[in-house]
């Protein structure tokens, strides 16, 4: 997959592993990850889909309306990407956090969905539920920050709540911070995200 790494100075602190939203690319959230953790290390991937010439990580049929069977496919491809990645630039495969936003946020989730040990935590930043009917694997000791919107047109409050409430299933300890800028990434947000961060990890 199309990305970039950077190698951090703690190579002992988790490795960011940063995603984009729709249109976006591999550079869009390096200043979330200076705030979040500026001595990790950091792997931004670009998603392998596109829409109108726009980079997604997985497609979809409407807004809100995922392809099922490519978010699976998708997810299982980063998955292996970070594995692969892991071996390429020598960190540790059992030490990557994702940080998202929107649909970056969401093939985190799905990550999450699928795989017991894919992430050691996440930063989710307007997620929505990426597949339903799924058995979630075991998520103890995974901490999720999610930062949702009162008001967000994409992903409704209850989407929100209905996703903490399958996340806390599978035992993952789940932070939820609440604004009311739609379905923006403001500042506000982010800097409770990196109070967030510096406390679980
Ligand atoms: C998605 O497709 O992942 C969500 O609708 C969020 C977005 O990218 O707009």
Redesign the pocket.
């Known amino acids: 997959m199309k990305h970039l790494f950077q190698p951090g100075t703690d190579t002992n602190a988790p490795v960011l592993l940063l995603l984009h939203?729709?249109g976006g690319t591999e550079h869009d959230l390096l200043p979330l990850a200076q705030l979040l953790s500026p001595s990790s290390p950091v792997l931004s991937v670009r998603g392998n889909v596109l829409e109108k010439r726009m980079p997604?990580?997985?497609r979809?049929l409407a807004?809100?309306i995922?392809d099922e069977e490519d978010l699976k496919f998708r997810t299982k491809e980063l998955y292996d990407f970070i594995a692969e990645a892991s071996e390429t630039y020598g960190f540790s495969r059992d030490n990557v956090v994702a940080a998202g936003y929107?649909?970056g946020?969401?093939?985190a989730g799905s990550l999450l969905f699928h795989y017991a040990d894919a992430l050691r935590g996440a930063v989710l930043h307007?997620p929505?539920v990426p597949l339903r009917g799924l058995a979630l694997p075991d998520l103890t000791n995974v901490p999720i920050f999610i930062g949702a919107g009162t008001n967000d047109p994409?992903?409704s409050a209850i989407e929100s709540e209905e996703l903490t409430y399958l996340l806390q299933g599978a035992g993952a300890s789940v932070t939820v911070h609440w604004e009311g800028n739609g379905?923006r990434l403001s500042s506000s947000e982010v800097q409770r995200a990196a109070e967030w961060f510096k406390a679980a990890f």
């Open positions: 939203g729709t997604r990580f997985f979809r807004e809100g995922f929107s649909n946020a969401n093939i307007h929505m994409i992903c379905h």
